[in-house]
């Protein structure tokens, strides 16, 4: 049974960052590719990033240049390291997999980490 355990959400002023972490578990594919998605309140759940065991990485336009996506295999962990946050970045951010490019939808979910962006 896969399990996505999520950590590392909180609040945070606008400039600052946070880096989210999301431990996988049972997760047992040859081919370990994994996303970030995020929802605010009153909008639908968007992916973010997504990350290829063959090292290839995918952005939204909204996060490109500011978020990046990284993991340690041996750890099975995921990370979304954000940078220079904005408010608009407030919302639950959620780990997936397998989300090997940015229109695959995931069969398993973490429970989510919020993240709250003042200015």
């Known amino acids: 049974q896969v399990q996505l355990v999520e950590s590392g959400g909180g609040s945070v002023q606008a400039g600052g960052s946070l880096r989210l972490s999301c431990a996988a578990s049972?997760?047992?594919?040859?081919?370990?590719?994994m996303g970030w998605f995020r929802q605010a309140p009153g909008k639908e759940r968007e992916v973010i990033a997504t990350?290829?065991?063959?090292?290839?990485?995918t952005y939204a336009d909204s996060v490109k240049g500011r978020f990046t996506i990284s993991q340690d295999n041996a750890k099975r962990t995921l990370y979304l390291q954000m940078n220079s946050l904005k408010p608009e970045d407030t919302a639950m951010y959620y780990c997936?997999?397998?989300?090997?490019?940015?229109?695959?939808?995931?069969?398993?979910w973490g429970q989510g980490t919020q993240v709250t962006v003042s200015a």
């Open positions: 997936a997999a397998p989300v090997c490019a940015m229109r695959w939808v995931p069969d398993y």
């Open positions: 990350f290829d065991s063959y090292g290839m990485t």
């Open positions: 049972g997760y047992t594919s040859r081919r370990w590719c």
